[in-house]
């Protein structure tokens, strides 16, 4: 397969668990925009990682309020 699968920057939702995605959806109650936006904002403010990583910050972010 292509190279590029093990960039670190080439990442898609697909490499988010679904574990992850429903921890984070039952944080949000269920609100799939929010959470949505939830992980737009820490992309503009921490560009550059992977997707998993936005995803947990903003569960540790959740649940740390």
């Given at each position: 397969?292509s190279?590029?699968?093990?960039?670190?920057?080439?990442?898609?939702?697909?490499?988010?668990?679904?574990?992850?995605k429903n921890?984070?959806?039952m944080?949000?109650?269920?609100?799939?925009?929010?959470?949505?936006?939830?992980?737009?904002?820490?992309?503009q403010k921490?560009p550059?990682?992977?997707?998993?990583?936005?995803?947990?910050?903003?569960?540790?972010d959740l649940e740390r309020?």
């Amino acid at each position: 397969h292509s190279p590029e699968i093990n960039f670190p920057n080439f990442q898609n939702k697909e490499s988010v668990s679904m574990g992850l995605k429903n921890h984070l959806f039952m944080l949000v109650k269920g609100d799939k925009d929010l959470a949505e936006r939830l992980i737009n904002l820490q992309k503009q403010k921490n560009p550059g990682h992977p997707e998993k990583w936005y995803w947990e910050k903003v569960i540790y972010d959740l649940e740390r309020h």
